[in-house]
Protein backbone atom coordinates (compact mmCIF):
# COMPACT_ATOMS: atom_id res chain seq x y z
CA UNK A 1 0.00 0.00 0.00
CA UNK A 2 2.87 2.39 1.07
CA UNK A 3 4.49 1.40 -2.50
CA UNK A 4 1.65 2.36 -4.49
CA UNK A 5 1.16 5.96 -2.45
CA UNK A 6 5.01 6.85 -3.13
CA UNK A 7 4.81 5.52 -7.03
CA UNK A 8 1.18 8.03 -7.39
CA UNK A 9 3.14 11.26 -5.75
CA UNK A 10 5.92 10.52 -7.96
CA UNK A 11 3.82 10.23 -11.16
CA UNK A 12 2.28 13.16 -10.35
CA UNK A 13 5.66 15.34 -9.82
CA UNK A 14 5.76 15.66 -13.12
CA UNK A 15 2.56 16.82 -14.11
CA UNK A 16 3.30 19.62 -11.22
CA UNK A 17 6.52 20.70 -12.60
CA UNK A 18 4.65 21.32 -15.99
CA UNK A 19 1.80 23.43 -14.71
CA UNK A 20 4.47 25.49 -12.66
CA UNK A 21 6.45 25.72 -15.49
CA UNK A 22 3.51 26.45 -17.58
CA UNK A 23 2.62 29.13 -15.24
CA UNK A 24 5.66 30.31 -15.49
CA UNK A 25 5.75 31.18 -18.93
CA UNK A 26 2.83 32.80 -18.68
CA UNK A 27 3.41 35.19 -15.89
CA UNK A 28 6.58 36.62 -18.15
CA UNK A 29 4.62 36.80 -20.73
CA UNK A 30 2.51 39.23 -18.56
CA UNK A 31 5.34 40.93 -17.61
CA UNK A 32 7.00 40.87 -20.60
CA UNK A 33 5.43 44.29 -22.00
CA UNK A 34 6.06 46.05 -19.07
CA UNK A 35 10.47 45.24 -19.33
CA UNK A 36 10.48 46.08 -23.02
CA UNK A 37 8.64 49.91 -22.00
CA UNK A 38 10.51 50.49 -19.69
CA UNK A 39 13.73 49.38 -21.26
CA UNK A 40 12.50 51.47 -24.43
CA UNK A 41 11.36 54.41 -22.01
CA UNK A 42 14.08 54.61 -19.53
CA UNK A 43 17.28 52.23 -19.62
CA UNK A 44 17.57 53.34 -23.79
CA UNK A 45 17.51 56.70 -23.01
CA UNK A 46 19.82 57.11 -20.10
CA UNK A 47 22.29 54.59 -22.27
CA UNK A 48 21.93 56.95 -25.48
CA UNK A 49 22.14 60.16 -22.48
CA UNK A 50 25.65 58.90 -21.57
CA UNK A 51 26.74 58.72 -25.03
CA UNK A 52 25.75 62.55 -26.02
CA UNK A 53 27.53 63.59 -23.13
CA UNK A 54 30.87 62.39 -25.04
CA UNK A 55 29.89 64.58 -28.36
CA UNK A 56 29.12 68.22 -29.39
CA UNK A 57 25.76 67.27 -30.49
CA UNK A 58 23.71 70.33 -30.75
CA UNK A 59 20.43 70.93 -32.26
CA UNK A 60 20.74 74.15 -33.44
CA UNK A 61 23.23 73.15 -35.84
CA UNK A 62 24.15 70.88 -38.12
CA UNK A 63 27.11 68.65 -38.66
CA UNK A 64 27.89 68.07 -34.96
CA UNK A 65 27.35 64.83 -33.32
CA UNK A 66 31.43 63.43 -33.21
CA UNK A 67 32.93 62.42 -30.59
CA UNK A 68 35.22 64.62 -28.35
CA UNK A 69 35.72 62.58 -25.12
CA UNK A 70 36.32 64.33 -21.88
CA UNK A 71 35.83 67.88 -23.30
CA UNK A 72 32.01 68.71 -22.24
CA UNK A 73 33.01 67.63 -18.80
CA UNK A 74 36.07 69.63 -18.78
CA UNK A 75 33.94 72.83 -19.85
CA UNK A 76 32.10 72.61 -16.72
CA UNK A 77 34.83 73.75 -14.24
CA UNK A 78 35.34 76.88 -16.73
CA UNK A 79 31.57 77.65 -17.26
CA UNK A 80 30.39 80.22 -14.57
CA UNK A 81 26.67 79.62 -15.07
CA UNK A 82 27.62 76.49 -14.07
CA UNK A 83 29.19 76.68 -10.84
CA UNK A 84 26.63 79.24 -10.08
CA UNK A 85 23.92 77.04 -10.31
CA UNK A 86 26.15 74.67 -8.11
CA UNK A 87 26.15 77.11 -5.54
CA UNK A 88 22.07 77.56 -5.44
CA UNK A 89 21.78 73.98 -5.41
CA UNK A 90 23.48 73.92 -2.18
CA UNK A 91 21.86 77.04 -0.86
CA UNK A 92 18.56 74.77 -1.22
CA UNK A 93 20.60 71.48 0.67
CA UNK A 94 22.46 73.48 3.16
CA UNK A 95 19.57 75.67 4.04
CA UNK A 96 16.10 74.83 3.26
CA UNK A 97 16.36 71.20 4.06
CA UNK A 98 17.42 71.25 7.98
CA UNK A 99 15.14 74.24 8.17
CA UNK A 100 12.34 71.44 6.70
CA UNK A 101 13.63 69.08 8.85
CA UNK A 102 13.69 70.97 12.35
CA UNK A 103 9.78 72.30 11.89
CA UNK A 104 8.16 68.88 10.38
CA UNK A 105 10.14 66.79 13.41
CA UNK A 106 8.43 70.14 15.75
CA UNK A 107 4.57 69.98 14.35
CA UNK A 108 4.72 66.10 14.59
CA UNK A 109 5.69 66.22 18.17
CA UNK A 110 3.57 69.48 19.09
CA UNK A 111 0.14 67.75 16.69
CA UNK A 112 0.06 64.73 18.30
CA UNK A 113 -2.37 63.53 21.08
CA UNK A 114 -4.06 67.36 20.60
CA UNK A 115 -7.49 68.45 20.50
CA UNK A 116 -8.78 68.32 16.41
CA UNK A 117 -5.31 66.63 16.01
CA UNK A 118 -7.30 65.14 12.54
CA UNK A 119 -7.95 68.90 11.68
CA UNK A 120 -4.56 70.16 11.56
CA UNK A 121 -2.88 67.41 10.37
CA UNK A 122 -5.22 68.10 6.97
CA UNK A 123 -4.02 71.47 7.63
CA UNK A 124 -0.49 71.07 7.36
CA UNK A 125 -0.20 68.87 4.31
CA UNK A 126 -2.46 71.00 2.38
CA UNK A 127 0.06 73.07 0.49
CA UNK A 128 2.16 69.69 -0.26
CA UNK A 129 -1.12 68.26 -2.12
CA UNK A 130 -1.19 71.85 -4.39
CA UNK A 131 0.18 71.02 -7.86
CA UNK A 132 3.59 72.66 -8.50
CA UNK A 133 2.24 74.70 -11.05
CA UNK A 134 -0.56 76.19 -8.70
CA UNK A 135 1.82 76.54 -6.13
CA UNK A 136 3.99 78.79 -8.46
CA UNK A 137 1.38 80.83 -10.13
CA UNK A 138 0.14 81.73 -6.53
CA UNK A 139 4.15 82.28 -5.47
CA UNK A 140 4.20 85.00 -8.54
CA UNK A 141 0.89 86.71 -6.97
CA UNK A 142 1.88 86.94 -3.58
CA UNK A 143 5.02 88.13 -4.15
CA UNK A 144 4.05 90.78 -6.75
CA UNK A 145 5.57 94.17 -6.72
CA UNK A 146 2.33 95.84 -7.86
CA UNK A 147 -0.37 93.98 -6.19
CA UNK A 148 1.14 91.17 -4.07
CA UNK A 149 0.09 90.22 -0.62
CA UNK A 150 3.59 90.04 0.58
CA UNK A 151 3.99 93.89 0.30
CA UNK A 152 0.32 94.84 0.86
CA UNK A 153 1.25 92.90 4.65
CA UNK A 154 4.63 95.10 4.88
CA UNK A 155 2.46 98.07 4.33
CA UNK A 156 1.13 97.68 7.84
CA UNK A 157 3.87 98.37 9.34
CA UNK A 158 5.05 100.85 7.59
CA UNK A 159 7.95 98.45 5.48
CA UNK A 160 8.16 99.96 1.68
CA UNK A 161 7.47 97.71 -0.99
CA UNK A 162 10.06 94.80 -1.76
CA UNK A 163 11.15 94.04 -5.32
CA UNK A 164 10.94 90.09 -4.42
CA UNK A 165 12.01 89.12 -7.75
CA UNK A 166 14.38 91.77 -8.86
CA UNK A 167 17.12 91.46 -6.33
CA UNK A 168 19.30 88.53 -5.79
CA UNK A 169 18.83 88.07 -2.23
CA UNK A 170 15.45 88.54 -2.20
CA UNK A 171 14.96 85.98 -4.96
CA UNK A 172 16.77 83.71 -3.72
CA UNK A 173 14.75 83.95 -0.01
CA UNK A 174 11.41 83.67 -2.22
CA UNK A 175 12.67 80.28 -3.15
CA UNK A 176 13.92 78.78 -0.39
CA UNK A 177 10.61 80.01 1.80
CA UNK A 178 8.55 78.18 -0.69
CA UNK A 179 10.30 74.91 -0.97
CA UNK A 180 10.38 75.38 3.13
CA UNK A 181 5.90 75.67 2.66
CA UNK A 182 5.57 73.04 0.34
CA UNK A 183 7.96 70.18 2.01
CA UNK A 184 7.80 70.74 5.25
CA UNK A 185 4.50 68.55 5.61
CA UNK A 186 6.21 65.84 4.25
CA UNK A 187 8.68 65.55 6.73
CA UNK A 188 5.81 66.42 9.14
CA UNK A 189 4.02 63.49 7.65
CA UNK A 190 6.69 60.76 8.07
CA UNK A 191 7.99 61.90 11.65
CA UNK A 192 4.01 61.61 12.52
CA UNK A 193 4.08 57.63 11.59
CA UNK A 194 6.63 57.28 13.18
CA UNK A 195 5.36 58.59 16.29
CA UNK A 196 2.24 56.36 15.78
CA UNK A 197 4.40 53.56 15.94
CA UNK A 198 6.11 54.25 19.14
CA UNK A 199 4.30 51.81 21.29
CA UNK A 200 2.41 53.91 24.10
CA UNK A 201 3.01 51.17 27.12
CA UNK A 202 6.64 52.83 27.03
CA UNK A 203 5.76 56.30 26.53
CA UNK A 204 3.59 55.37 29.55
CA UNK A 205 6.07 53.98 31.50
CA UNK A 206 8.58 56.69 31.12
CA UNK A 207 6.06 59.23 32.22
CA UNK A 208 5.55 56.77 35.33
CA UNK A 209 9.03 57.16 36.19
CA UNK A 210 8.98 60.95 36.10
CA UNK A 211 10.80 61.40 32.32
CA UNK A 212 10.65 64.84 31.13
CA UNK A 213 9.33 65.75 27.62
CA UNK A 214 12.87 65.84 26.16
CA UNK A 215 13.83 62.89 28.30
CA UNK A 216 10.64 60.97 26.86
CA UNK A 217 11.98 62.33 23.43
CA UNK A 218 15.46 61.08 23.62
CA UNK A 219 15.18 58.42 25.33
CA UNK A 220 12.07 56.42 24.30
CA UNK A 221 11.11 58.37 21.27
CA UNK A 222 13.96 59.33 19.08
CA UNK A 223 14.99 55.39 18.73
CA UNK A 224 12.44 54.74 16.95
CA UNK A 225 12.10 57.64 14.57
CA UNK A 226 15.27 57.84 13.92
CA UNK A 227 15.08 55.49 11.05
CA UNK A 228 12.00 57.49 9.78
CA UNK A 229 13.77 60.89 9.89
CA UNK A 230 16.75 59.63 7.70
CA UNK A 231 14.76 58.28 5.28
CA UNK A 232 12.97 61.43 5.09
CA UNK A 233 16.33 63.30 4.98
CA UNK A 234 17.61 61.40 2.35
CA UNK A 235 14.29 61.66 0.08
CA UNK A 236 14.30 65.13 0.69
CA UNK A 237 17.76 65.85 -0.24
CA UNK A 238 17.36 63.64 -3.38
CA UNK A 239 14.49 66.47 -4.60
CA UNK A 240 16.38 69.12 -3.41
CA UNK A 241 19.35 68.38 -5.74
CA UNK A 242 16.14 68.36 -8.34
CA UNK A 243 14.46 71.54 -7.57
CA UNK A 244 12.67 72.68 -10.75
CA UNK A 245 9.47 73.71 -11.03
CA UNK A 246 9.33 76.84 -8.75
CA UNK A 247 12.15 78.32 -10.36
CA UNK A 248 10.73 77.42 -13.72
CA UNK A 249 7.67 79.16 -12.73
CA UNK A 250 8.56 81.89 -10.61
CA UNK A 251 12.31 83.46 -11.23
CA UNK A 252 13.45 81.76 -14.25
CA UNK A 253 16.91 81.39 -12.53
CA UNK A 254 17.04 85.11 -12.19
CA UNK A 255 17.92 87.75 -11.32
CA UNK A 256 21.06 86.91 -13.45
CA UNK A 257 21.57 83.01 -12.29
CA UNK A 258 20.68 83.75 -8.61
CA UNK A 259 18.00 81.60 -8.60
CA UNK A 260 19.25 78.85 -10.91
CA UNK A 261 19.57 75.53 -9.61
CA UNK A 262 21.84 72.34 -11.67
CA UNK A 263 18.81 70.76 -13.06
CA UNK A 264 17.19 74.13 -13.88
CA UNK A 265 20.79 74.98 -15.87
CA UNK A 266 20.27 71.75 -17.38
CA UNK A 267 16.68 72.87 -19.08
CA UNK A 268 18.18 75.59 -19.97
CA UNK A 269 21.06 74.38 -21.94
CA UNK A 270 19.41 71.35 -23.27
CA UNK A 271 16.15 72.43 -24.03
CA UNK A 272 15.67 76.45 -23.55
CA UNK A 273 17.99 78.42 -25.54
CA UNK A 274 21.12 76.23 -26.00
CA UNK A 275 20.21 72.70 -27.67
CA UNK A 276 23.78 71.91 -26.62
CA UNK A 277 22.38 68.25 -26.27
CA UNK A 278 26.14 66.83 -25.29
CA UNK A 279 26.34 69.60 -22.53
CA UNK A 280 23.64 69.14 -21.23
CA UNK A 281 24.06 65.29 -20.94
CA UNK A 282 27.09 65.81 -19.68
CA UNK A 283 25.40 67.46 -16.96
CA UNK A 284 22.49 65.33 -16.30
CA UNK A 285 25.20 62.91 -15.78
CA UNK A 286 27.24 64.77 -12.84
CA UNK A 287 23.91 65.47 -11.54
CA UNK A 288 23.24 61.77 -11.40
CA UNK A 289 26.79 60.79 -10.28
CA UNK A 290 26.59 63.30 -7.10
CA UNK A 291 22.64 62.28 -6.08
CA UNK A 292 24.40 59.10 -6.05
CA UNK A 293 27.58 59.53 -3.99
CA UNK A 294 25.49 61.65 -1.77
CA UNK A 295 23.34 59.22 -0.29
CA UNK A 296 25.82 56.42 -0.59
CA UNK A 297 28.18 58.67 2.07
CA UNK A 298 24.59 59.75 4.35
CA UNK A 299 23.75 55.98 4.32
CA UNK A 300 27.38 55.06 5.51
CA UNK A 301 27.58 58.10 7.93
CA UNK A 302 23.74 57.87 9.65
CA UNK A 303 24.87 54.23 9.62
CA UNK A 304 21.50 54.05 8.26
CA UNK A 305 21.77 49.84 7.24
CA UNK A 306 22.19 49.09 10.60
CA UNK A 307 19.77 50.92 11.53
CA UNK A 308 16.96 49.86 9.14
CA UNK A 309 18.37 45.92 10.19
CA UNK A 310 18.15 46.45 13.81
CA UNK A 311 14.63 47.94 13.70
CA UNK A 312 13.19 45.07 11.60
CA UNK A 313 14.93 42.52 14.07
CA UNK A 314 12.30 44.78 16.87
Known amino acids: MEESTIALENKNKPVKNSVRAHDRRIA ?15 IY ?17 SGTGQFIGLSNYF ?50 LISMMIPGIVFGISAQMI ?40 WTPFIFLITYAGLL ?16 RWQLFANVEFPTLKSFIYIALIIRLIDALKIFGKIYMTTWGGPGMATSSWSFYIYKV ?15 LILLIASAVLVNLLIKVLNLGETLELRKEG
Open 45 to 61: PFIYMIYTSFTNLNLSM
Open 270 to 284: GVSYGWDIGYASALA
Open 197 to 212: SVPQDLIDAAKVDGAS
Open 143 to 182: FNYLFGSANYFLSLFGISEIAWFGHAATAQFVILFLDVIQ
Open 75 to 124: EIFHDPLALGSIWFSAMVLLIAVPIEMVIGIMFGLLIRGIKGERVFRLLF
Open 28 to 42: ILFILPAVILFLVMA
